[in-house]
């Protein structure tokens, strides 16, 4: 498996092979959820973990209205800076072409990006079909053992969130602790019923969730929850300042990084 920034090879030992060449038994997770549920927050923290623990990792961007790249980290941690655009516009996806598109970080070898990038629309580039979408998220299994994709809210015209909630191995759906994002999910939800959506691979999230909402309320709202992700006041501040790779130091976001490894441990045995 390759390092991402250096392009070297893990070390192997012959008689046992190290963890990263192991084969996860879920390798594609889709974090989907109503808007403001912190999507891109969650997926780039698993993915930061992953990476931080030496696992190659895809973070895979579907937001074609409004790129997250610039929320992520700055341009000058950037080696290069590509765009999902190009692997979509293309007739057939390899992993070739994948590798000459992904984003690599100057100081994290283990993660690599992909995604549009400033500037760019969903408009930037020919439209593209749900069938090379699929061929996307295919080849992505190649590419690295661990892809996490964080898909857009609106999947009536987003066809590649549409398409990563139904082909991801399992799928991390977010929601606020309010009547209006649990009515958002449910509106959204029956486009997916007639696809082959399995319900079952889904774990469901209470989100941003602030210390004034009792876990009775919650769950009053929300039903049972598998993850109760709180809210961080240092990372908001992270996203604002456009670095949510950046490290989190205060007491206020221990609560939000144990709930991050909580999920890689359930989700991804990491």
């Known amino acids: 498996m390759m390092n991402f920034m250096k392009g070297s090879l893990f070390s192997r030992n012959q008689l046992k092979p190290p963890q990263e060449d192991l084969e996860p038994d879920v390798q594609v997770l889709a974090v989907w959820g109503s808007p403001g549920s912190g999507k891109t ?16 990792v895809v973070l895979l961007l579907c937001d074609m209205t409004a790129p997250m790249l610039p929320c ?18 293309a007739t057939h996806i390899t992993d070739t072409l994948i590798r000459q598109n992904c984003i690599t970080l100057k100081k994290m070898g283990y993660l690599t990006i992909i995604g549009m990038m400033k500037g760019e629309n969903m408009y930037t ?22 892809v996490i994709i964080d898909c857009g809210s609106y999947i009536a015209y987003d066809v590649l969130s549409a398409v990563a909630l139904l082909e991801a191995d399992s799928v991390l759906r977010l929601v606020n602790c309010d009547l209006k994002s649990v009515s958002y999910l ?13 319900a079952d691979k889904q774990y469901k999230a209470a989100s941003n969730v602030k210390t004034n ?15 109760k992700i709180p809210y961080s006041y240092e ?36």
């Not at 449910?186 to 399995?198: A, T, V």
Request: glycine share 4%; net charge negative; aromatic share 6%.
């Open 125 to 146: 580039y020919p439209p593209y079909t749900p069938e090379l979408a699929v061929e996307l998220i295919d080849h992505l299994r190649d590419v690295a053992p661990y």
């Open 72 to 89: 992520i980290c700055p341009p000058a941690d950037l080696e290069c800076e590509r765009s999902l655009g190009s692997i979509l516009a």
């Open 213 to 227: 909402q009792a876990g009775e309320h919650i769950e009053q709202v929300l039903g049972n929850m598998a993850f």
């Open 186 to 198: 449910s509106s959204q939800l029956p486009l997916l019923q007639e696809q082959k959506w399995d």
């Open 41 to 56: 927050t969650v997926s780039v923290r698993l993915a930061k973990y992953l990476a931080d623990h030496k696992r190659n």
């Open 235 to 270: 990372l908001e501040n992270l996203a604002l300042a456009g670095n949510l790779l950046g490290e989190l130091a205060l007491k206020d976001s221990r609560g939000f990084r144990l709930e991050i490894a909580k999920i890689a441990k359930e989700v991804f045995e990491v």
